[in-house]
């Protein structure tokens, strides 16, 4: 991502015109108590709602996200709720993501192609990868904004990017959002290698 996708994420942070959401992920709330416990990545945090839900749940995250304001959004949060998270200002055409490190990687509603084989290398054995993502869909009833068709995900491509991994939970789906509108999602749970179950 560039200097001048950051200006833009901070200034939507800034001025309110983006508007995180509070609540963690429901595909995180679903899964929380089946995942391995130790040291997760909330990767492109946002305001932090999934790392701070992790952090209450006992992990050490490292939140990381593009934009400075969002990330000191993340810490005032942190702050006020008495947890520790480490929250990283990264670049995520160069994230550092060290190699078998993390037992959970959450990615809710972020899409870098590229970064999917960083992520896979950062997981530790064993580790589990929780990825929401928006979705190209015809159906008239969607009306969610989202990022536009070329960030969306085909149907299955998600499933094929992860055939590499154990994939233990893939769902397409159309469902309301907490704030009334209509979103296709994608919802993919896969671990490295023996998933404990």
């Known amino acids: 991502m560039s200097e001048s996708d950051k200006v833009s ?20 709330k679903a899964w929380i108590d089946n995942l391995p416990k ?4 909330d990767l492109a945090c946002g305001t932090g709602r999934n790392g701070l839900f992790l952090a209450e ?5 490292d939140g990381l996200d593009i934009s400075d304001v969002a990330l000191k959004k ?18 995520f055409d160069n994230p550092d993501l060290p190699q078998n490190t993390y ?5 809710c509603r972020f899409m870098d192609r590229d970064l999917i084989p960083r992520m896979k290398d950062a997981l530790k054995d064993g580790g589990y990868i929780l990825f929401e993502h928006h ?14 068709s070329y960030w969306r995900l085909r149907p299955n491509e998600l499933l094929h990017q992860f055939l590499d991994l154990r994939v233990i939970s893939y769902d397409e789906f159309v469902a309301p959002e907490s704030d009334g509108r209509t979103a296709a999602l994608v919802w993919l749970v896969a671990s ?3 998933a404990g179950f």
């Open 103 to 107: 037992d959970v990687i959450v990615n």
């Open 192 to 194: 490295k290698g023996d």
């Open 135 to 148: 979705l190209l869909s015809n159906d008239p009833s969607v009306n969610v904004g989202g990022p536009s």
């Open 74 to 91: 993340a810490q005032e949060s942190a702050e006020q709720r008495s947890l520790e998270v480490n929250w990283v200002q990264a670049d």
């Open 57 to 61: 749940h006992g992990y050490s995250v």
């Open 38 to 41: 130790g040291r997760a990545l």
């Open 9 to 28: 994420w901070d200034k939507r942070y800034a001025d309110g015109s983006y508007h995180g959401r509070e609540e963690p992920s429901a595909l995180l």
